[in-house]
């Protein structure tokens, strides 16, 4: 979320990132127009959106099916809490017997 906050203020606006756009645009097509530099701009810029909005989905999905479906490794469970309580009962009663 953070990254998306970021990438949605004027450090990231049209304006400013034609300053990289344009000049690597320059230098693969030396003969480019700026309406074009515009438009490839606009167009990396919406793709950049989506690609954004992707990973946050997925990331979204996958926390969503984790928390639904199997606990954090190393997140103690019911039968977990219930294993350990069984294994310290058990070695303290192996220790008393000795």
Aim: aromatic share 8%; proline share 5%; glycine share 6%.
């Amino acid at each position: 979320m953070g990254v998306i906050f970021l990438f949605s203020t004027d450090t990231f606006s049209g304006s400013q990132t034609s300053r990289f756009i344009g000049p690597i645009l320059k230098w693969f097509a030396p003969d480019i127009t700026n309406d074009s530099i515009a438009r490839v701009q606009l167009v990396v810029r919406k793709i950049a959106h989506l690609v954004e909005y992707a990973i946050l989905s997925m990331l979204i999905c996958r926390a969503l099916a984790q928390g639904v479906s199997d606990p954090a490794p190393g997140t103690p469970t019911k039968n977990r809490i219930k294993t350990i309580k069984e294994r310290e009962n058990f070695k303290r009663e192996e220790h008393s017997l000795q």
